[in-house]
Nanobody, 119 residues
Framework: VQLQASGGGLVQPGGSLTLSCAASGGILSINSMGWYRQAPGKQRELVAVIRSGGSTNYVDSVKGRFIISMDNAKNAVSLQMNSLEPEDTAVYYC??????????????WGQGTQVTVSS
């Protein structure tokens, strides 16, 4: 399984960006997809997750500003980021949890994409 992330870049505070991540390869059954981020000098944190049934969770700092969505047919996940703040600056990583019968799971990671929020 390979994940290809795209959409990062430089944006001014208050601006918007959309990150995309497409999975390909031996996907059996997706449990969930999502995004982590890691800012310089900080630990990686879970930003948003969407499960195969459609439920979502967000870290408190992005609630109301970010929207995660998944295209099941394309095995892809997107993160629409609005009202960006300098504190959102980080490398963003997408991931996919693939169900592995019987009862197991495996996590795949995409390459990071840099998001920089600066004037």
């Amino acid at each position: 399984v390979q994940l290809q992330a795209s959409g990062g870049g430089l944006v001014q505070p208050g601006g918007s960006l959309t990150l995309s991540c497409a999975a390909s390869g031996g996907i059996l059954s997706i449990n969930s997809m999502g995004w982590y981020r890691q800012a310089p000098g900080k630990q990686r944190e879970l930003v948003a997750v969407i499960r195969s049934g459609g439920s979502t969770n967000y870290v408190d700092s992005v609630k109301g500003r970010f929207i995660i969505s998944m295209d099941n047919a394309k095995n892809a996940v997107s993160l629409q980021m609005n009202s960006l703040e300098p504190e959102d600056t980080a490398v963003y990583y997408c991931y996919l949890i693939n169900r592995v019968p019987p009862g197991g799971a495996y996590t795949y990671w995409g390459q990071g994409t840099q998001v920089t929020v600066s004037s």
